[in-house]
Structure formats: C-alpha cells, structure tokens
C-alpha cells in the first residue's frame, strides 16, 4: 500500500516560486527571437475605392482625353514593357488633359493588378486612378483645374 505523502511548506514556496520565474524567463529570452524575425509581407497601397470622388469639382471621364488600352490577362514581361513605353510616352509628350485608359475584365487577376500598380512605381507616374464602376484604370498626364 502506498501512503500518501504530506509536502511542507518549503516544497509549495519553491513550486509557486519557479512557477512564477520560468514564465518571465522564457519571455525575457524568446522576446529577442521574436523581434528579430523577419516577416515577410507585401505592402500594398491601392488607390481609393473610387478615386474620383476625390475631384468632385472635375470630372476626369469628361474633360481628358484618353487613349484606350486593352490590359492582357496574366500580361508576360514583353506586353509589360510596351506599356511601360506607353506610360513613358504619354509623360515624354507632356500634353496637359491627356491619359491613359486600361481596360479591365473580370478574368484579370490580383496579380495584374499589382503588375499595373508596379509599372506605376517603376514610371514614377504621380496621377493614376482605378474606377470600379466602368473597370477602368486610368493614367492622367498633368491634370489641373
């Protein structure tokens, strides 16, 4: 038979004491790690819902000309460059009320989305909108009032 075992109250200080220590030392030492990792995410800044609402007083539809592109589905790096040329083009001429007008369809991806937000970082083009109501992303070349 076994007999029960009857602890003094040395072995329950030294219990709680080590219950509350580890648990301060294990973040005191994991915190570091955790700082340190590296996470990786993607940051992405997309234009207003409707960008156009910004400009209540000027509507960009009506007053600039655009030239209307068909965007590609899951365009290749060729079909990217010959937008960048036109991207480069349109800010070359520097014709003010003058742009750009992407097509986009519903089997475009996320990633043509964020291909065409890249080329916009790449050309340093400061003025672009994505309208959702007509699925168009325009690229405006000195717009002012």
């Keep these: 038979m ?4 009857t602890y003094s109250k040395i072995d329950n200080l030294t219990g709680v004491i080590s219950l509350l220590i580890i648990p301060v030392l294990f973040v005191g030492i994991f915190q570091k790690e955790i700082d340190n990792q590296n996470q990786n995410f993607l940051k992405l800044y997309l234009p207003p819902k409707d960008s156009f609402e910004m400009f209540t007083d000027y509507n960009y539809r009506e007053k600039i000309e ?8 899951h365009f290749t790096i060729e079909q990217e460059i ?10 070359e001429e520097n014709i003010q009320k003058t742009g ?3 097509q986009l369809t519903d089997n475009h991806t996320y990633n043509d989305l964020v291909r065409l937000l890249n080329l916009m970082e790449i050309t340093e083009q400061p ?8 699925n168009y992303f325009y690229v405006v070349n000195n717009f002012s009032n």
């Design 66 to 73: 655009y030239k209307t592109m068909d965007l590609p589905v």
């Design 127 to 134: 003025q672009y909108c994505w309208h959702l109501e007509d």
């Design 82 to 91: 010959y937008l960048k040329a036109a991207v480069l083009k349109l800010q």
């Design 2 to 5: 076994r007999k029960n075992k």
């Design 100 to 102: 750009l007008k992407f």
